[in-house]
């Protein structure tokens, strides 16, 4: 019988999501194990693998990036996992994690929340899920590659403003800490070309910069 069989995938995104996961690792009532609560600076470099072990981390607060190298990957904040699903890329280079505030992460070694999880009825479905939210995101950063830098930029600054900026009154209000350089280094363009880029997406009025370089964009 196959997952479809079993289970939708909105029930499992639903049951099984980072946040029951959490509340799973962190019940001590039963398989207790090793976590460690975690504050780190903004642009500290945090290590999935440490001393030969592999960690996994949950953000309690703040929003952090993950990097191979250079390369921005991905970024992740308050209530997500990092670790879980993949620690190396397919070249043996290792992920990291670079904080764009101060950040609180509980941190838990990789074999004991394989084994926590696997040692439950159905306890596969966390790291299904995490891996199922892992391949949209980068699908759509490989798929995202094939638009236009303008189309692009605007489809980033959406996705970073709906998870981790404010929405006001469908204004979506990117977080200072997504700065020019970062947002640049992500796209893979130059600091030049994305404030080009800006200014043509404020002409055609889907964003809007105040005096203070702090950017809203108008949700269609």
Known sequence: MSLKDLYSQDTIKREFNSKRLYS????????????????????????????????VYYILEGI?????????????????????VDSTSI??????????????IQRFEKSEVMAKIMSIQDGYLYHYNCMLDCYDNYTNRIMLNEETDERRTLTTLT??????????ENVL???RVFTRKLMATYLGISRTKLSDILAKLRRAGVISV?????IFVYQQ
């Open 24 to 55: 799973l690792l962190t019940n001590d009532d039963f398989f207790e194990i090793k976590q460690q609560t975690l504050m780190f600076s903004k642009n500290d470099k945090i290590q999935l693998r440490d001393y030969g072990k592999y960690y």
């Open 64 to 84: 952090t990036c993950i990097s191979i190298e250079e390369q921005i990957i991905d970024f992740r904040g308050t209530g997500e996992f990092v670790g879980l």
């Open 91 to 104: 070249y043996g280079n290792e992920f990291y994690l670079k904080p764009l505030m101060d950040v609180t």
């Open 159 to 168: 996705y970073i403003g709906e998870n981790f900026g404010v929405n006001k």
């Open 173 to 175: 209000v990117i977080p």
């Open 210 to 214: 105040d005096r203070s370089r702090q």
